[in-house]
C-alpha cells in the first residue's frame, strides 16, 4: 500500500508539472503561428484593397466623365459584392456624394481607402471626382478566431496524447523500478527475508537498485558471519563453562580431602601463604590459638594478628612477660 501511495504521489507531482509545460509549450506555438498567421492574413487585406482601388477608380474615370450613373451604380454594387468591401462611394469634382453602396454600418475598425478618379480627354489628365471604399478586417478575424479554436482542439488532443505517452515513459522508467523497490523494503520490513530487486538497466535507477541488491547481498554475508562468529563463541563458552565447572568440582573435592587429611592430625595444622595471610587450618589449630570460644580463626587472617591475639589473651604461656619478643 505504501509503494502504491508513493508511485502515485510521484505520478501526480508529474502531472503537475508536465501538464502545464506541454500545454504551455503547445500553446505558445500555436500562438505564435497563428499570429504570424494573421499578420499575413491583413498584409494581404492591404495589398488587395490597395490594388482594387486603384483598378476601380481607373475603371470608373469613363463613367464618371461621360456621368453615366447606371454604370457607375454597376461599378459600386461591384466592388460592395466583395466580403470584404462594406461601403463604395463615388465623389464629384466638388466633393459631393454622387453615388454610394452601403452594405452596413462601417465600424471603428473599418478600413477606409481612397483614390481620385483622373480623366485624359486629350488635354492632360484631371482629376473628376473620388473613389472610396470601406473595407472591414472582420472576415480576417473570423478566419482567426476559427483557427484558434481548431488550435484549441488539436493542442488538447495533442497535450493528452504527450501526457499518455509521458505517463507510459513514467511508469516503464520509474514507476516500475521504484514498485520492485519498494516491494522488496517492505518484504524485508516484513520479516521475510530478503529479496532481490530484478531490473536490468544502466541508467541512474538501473544503478540505486544494482546498489541497493549489493548492500542486501553485503548485509547477509555480514549476517551470516555474525551468526557463525556468535554461534562459535557460545560454543566456546559452553566448553569454558565446562572446563571451569570442572575445575571448581575438583578444587572442591581436593579441598575437601585436604580438609578431612588435617582434620585427622592431632596436633594444630594452618597453612600460610608468601604473604603471610591464612589459607587453611584445622579445628585443633583454631582451638589453640583462638582467644575466644566463639572467635573463628578465618582464612585470609595475617599469622602477626593470629598470634598477638593469642598472647595478648594469655594463650601462650612463652609469652607471658616478653610479649612482643616472642611475637617477633
Known amino acids: 500500500t505504501m509503494g502504491k501511495d508513493r508511485q502515485q504521489s510521484i505520478r501526480g507531482k508529474f502531472l503537475r508539472v508536465t501538464i502545464p509545460l506541454i500545454f504551455l ?48 451604380q454597376l461599378s459600386l454594387e461591384a466592388v460592395a459584392a466583395n466580403r470584404e468591401i462594406i461601403a463604395a462611394r463615388i465623389y464629384g469634382e466638388d466633393g459631393s456624394v454622387m453615388l454610394e453602396v452601403v452594405a452596413e454600418e462601417p465600424g471603428d475598425d473599418g478600413i477606409l481607402l481612397q483614390r481620385d478618379v483622373v480623366h485624359d480627354a486629350g488635354a492632360g489628365l484631371k482629376v473628376i471626382g473620388k473613389l472610396e471604399l470601406i473595407a472591414t478586417p472582420r472576415h480576417v478575424w473570423e478566419q482567426t478566431r476559427l483557427r484558434l479554436l ?118 594444630g595444622f594452618s597453612l600460610y601463604d608468601k604473604d603471610d595471610r591464612l589459607v587453611i587450618c584445622n579445628s585443633r589449630y583454631q582451638e589453640l590459638l583462638r582467644p575466644e570460644v566463639d572467635a573463628d580463626i578465618e582464612p585470609g587472617m595475617l599469622f602477626e594478628t593470629i598470634v598477638r591475639n593469642a598472647a595478648d589473651t594469655g594463650l601462650i604461656a612463652d609469652a607471658d612477660d616478653r610479649r612482643e619478643a616472642w611475637i617477633a
Open 25 to 72: 509549450t503547445v500553446i505558445g506555438v500555436f500562438s505564435v503561428v497563428e499570429l504570424m498567421t494573421h499578420r499575413n492574413a491583413l498584409d494581404r487585406l492591404h495589398t488587395t484593397l490597395d490594388g482594387m482601388v486603384v483598378t476601380q477608380s481607373a475603371a470608373l474615370a469613363t463613367p464618371l466623365w461621360n456621368l453615366d450613373y447606371d454604370q457607375i
Open 150 to 267: 481548431i488550435a484549441a482542439i488539436i493542442a488538447i488532443l495533442a497535450v493528452s496524447m504527450e501526457v499518455a505517452a509521458a505517463l507510459f515513459a513514467l511508469k516503464r522508467i520509474v514507476t516500475q523500478p521504484l514498485g520492485r523497490l519498494l516491494t522488496s523494503i517492505n518484504t524485508f520490513k516484513s520479516g521475510q527475508g530478503r529479496a532481490r530487486v530484478e531490473w536490468d538497466s544502466s541508467d541512474e535507477l538501473g544503478q540505486v537498485i544494482s546498489a541497493f541488491n549489493d548492500m542486501q547481498d553485503r548485509q547477509a554475508a555480514y549476517e551470516t558471519e555474525l551468526r557463525d562468529a556468535r554461534d562459535t563463541l557460545e560454543k566456546r563458552v559452553e566448553e569454558r563453562t565446562a572446563e571451569l565447572l570442572s575445575a571448581t568440582n575438583e578444587a572442591t573435592r581436593a579441598r575437601g580431602q585436604l580438609t578431612a587429611a588435617i582434620e585427622t592430625i592431632s596436633e
